[in-house]
Antibody, heavy 119, light 107 residues
Framework: QVQLQESGPGLVKPSETLSLTCTVS??????????WNWIRQPPGKGLEWIGY???????NYNPSLKSRVIISMDRSKNQFSLNLSSVTAADTAVYYC???????????WGQGTLLTVSS | DIQMTQSPSSLSASVGDRVTISCRTS??????VNWYQQIPGKAPKLLIY???SLQSGVPSRFSGSGSGTDFTLTISSLQPDDFATYYC?????????FGQGTKVEIK
């Protein structure tokens, strides 16, 4: 059974860079057929797709965030990470990592981590 | 971007009721729609993929239908565990997008 677990600082100051990590167990991130995604949800609002990194390391980002986002992977730790630069209060959200069967659906999700942007 | 419009935004229903939630897309996306259930404080859970396929372990009272631009999620007999928010999502093209959600509340 695949499990995903997000981790991060919880609080980031405006203009700084947000860094979150998703640790995957029960499967290898470098095995074929899957994309590894980040999705966020501002408090009381809907879901927004941020982007993914493929099993082969290629990436795809939401154009609305593309200039500020980097998603990377560490195969040795079976983790993938999100860096979001120049954060503002609008980036306050619960951040989820999720596994996607290529171009299909998000079958497995982490439990989510709340990231607050505040000075 | 493909826009996803869900209706209604919220509804009140009783245990045992049949519930239907609609999702309309801004362009033809064949069957590339998925449905998720989100209970407050929890991550979304996949219910239906590719418009009408039931995810393993999901009760059979959930069903999905539609193709092209109009899609429907149906709960045949609402149960206490089903009071939640439901989202549609398109996987036809990136950026992936979600509907705004439909909150199902107890009448």
């Amino acid at each position: 059974q695949v499990q995903l677990q997000e981790s991060g600082p919880g609080l980031v100051k405006p203009s700084e860079t947000l860094s979150l990590t998703c640790t995957v167990s029960g499967g290898y991130i470098s095995s074929g057929s899957y994309y590894w995604n980040w999705i966020r949800q501002p408090p009381g609002k809907g879901l927004e797709w941020i982007g993914y990194i493929s099993y082969d390391g290629s990436t795809n980002y939401n154009p609305s965030l593309k200039s500020r986002v980097i998603i990377s992977m560490d195969r040795s730790k079976n983790q993938f990470s999100l860096n979001l630069s120049s954060v503002t209060a609008a980036d306050t959200a619960v951040y989820y990592c999720a596994r996607e069967y290529i171009n299909s659906w998000f079958g497995y999700w982490g439990q989510g981590t709340l990231l607050t942007v505040s000075s | 971007d493909i826009q996803m419009t869900q209706s209604p935004s919220s509804l009140s229903a009783s245990v045992g009721d049949r519930v239907t939630i609609s999702c309309r897309t801004s362009q033809n996306i064949n069957i590339y729609v998925n449905w998720y259930q989100q209970i407050p404080g929890k991550a979304p859970k996949l219910l239906i993929y590719a418009a009408s396929s039931l995810q393993s372990g999901v009760p059979s009272r959930f069903s999905g239908s539609g193709s092209g631009t109009d899609f429907t999620l149906t709960i045949s007999s609402l149960q206490p565990d089903d009071f939640a928010t439901y989202y549609c999502q398109q996987s036809d093209s990136t950026p992936y997008t979600f509907g705004q959600g439909t909150k199902v509340e107890i009448k």
